[in-house]
Nanobody, 125 residues
């Protein structure tokens, strides 16, 4: 199984990016898919999660700015990030959760099955 996250890049504060998470040999619609931010010198933090039932969770810091969605046909999950700020910078990783739910454990990054390698987001003027 390969989980891939891509779509990162360099943007100015206030800019937008759309991250994608895709998988080979794994049907993402049956899993909860979560995005995490690993910033330099900081602990990894949960950003957003979408459950197999379509339920959605966001970290308070991104509510109203980030939107998670999935495309079952393309076997992908997306994270639309708007109004990016310097504190949003870091490596974004996606991961799968077999139970298909987005609960506190998932947002804390525990109990995940597969992890992608991450894509780097830089927010700078």
């Amino acid at each position: 199984v390969q989980l891939q996250a891509f779509g990162g890049g360099l943007v100015q504060p206030g800019g937008s990016l759309r991250l994608s998470c895709t998988a080979s040999e794994l049907a993402l619609p049956f899993y909860a898919i979560a995005w995490y931010l690993q910033a330099p010198g900081k602990e990894r933090e949960g950003v957003s999660c979408i459950g197999a039932d379509g339920s959605i969770a966001y970290a308070d810091s991104v509510k109203g700015r980030f939107t998670i969605s999935r495309d079952a046909v393309k076997n992908a999950v997306y994270l639309q990030m708007n109004n990016l700020q310097p504190e949003d910078a870091g490596a974004y990783l996606c991961a799968t959760e077999t139970r298909g739910v987005c609960d506190n454990d998932v947002m804390m990054g525990t109990g995940l099955d597969y992890w992608g390698q991450g894509t780097q987001v830089t927010v700078s003027s």
